[in-house]
């Protein structure tokens, strides 16, 4: 059963920074492409960026290009996010999942295994 562990949420004023986590276990992370996603309340859930296994392509919404950027090391199965200039409409649960695929999926359907999500509030 693979599980999928997010941290590095909380709360942030305007213009702050957060570096999301989300850790796996299973030793084939590797083989894995893994998006970051959210969902503010009352909306649906958005894809926010994904990477492929390894590392060599990425995908951003246009929303977040130039404030996000996604990375994952394979040795320590982590994938990141890290938020640059946040904004109070970036204010929700994000989550990351994974795909057994070596191609970038841009759609949340496309995802096999999921994580809790951590919260991201912020502040104006």
């Known amino acids: 059963q693979v599980q999928l562990v997010e941290s590095g949420g909380g709360l942030v004023q305007a213009g702050g920074s957060l570096r999301l986590s989300c850790v796996t276990s299973?030793?084939?992370?590797?083989?894995?492409?893994v998006c970051w996603f959210r969902q503010a309340p009352g909306k649906e859930r958005e894809i926010i960026a994904a990477?492929?296994?390894?590392?060599?392509?990425?995908y951003y919404a246009d929303s977040e290009k130039g404030r996000f950027t996604i990375s994952r090391d394979n040795a320590k199965n982590t994938a990141y996010l890290q938020m640059n200039g946040l904004k109070p409409e970036d204010t929700a649960v994000y989550s990351c999942?994974?795909?057994?695929?070596?191609?970038?999926?841009?759609?949340?359907?496309?995802?096999?295994?999921w994580g809790q999500g951590t919260q991201v509030t912020v502040s104006s």
């Open positions: 999942a994974m795909a057994r695929s070596t191609t970038l999926i841009v759609r949340i359907g496309g995802y096999d295994y």
């Open positions: 299973g030793r084939t992370f590797s083989r894995y492409t």
């Open positions: 990477i492929t296994g390894s590392g060599g392509s990425t």
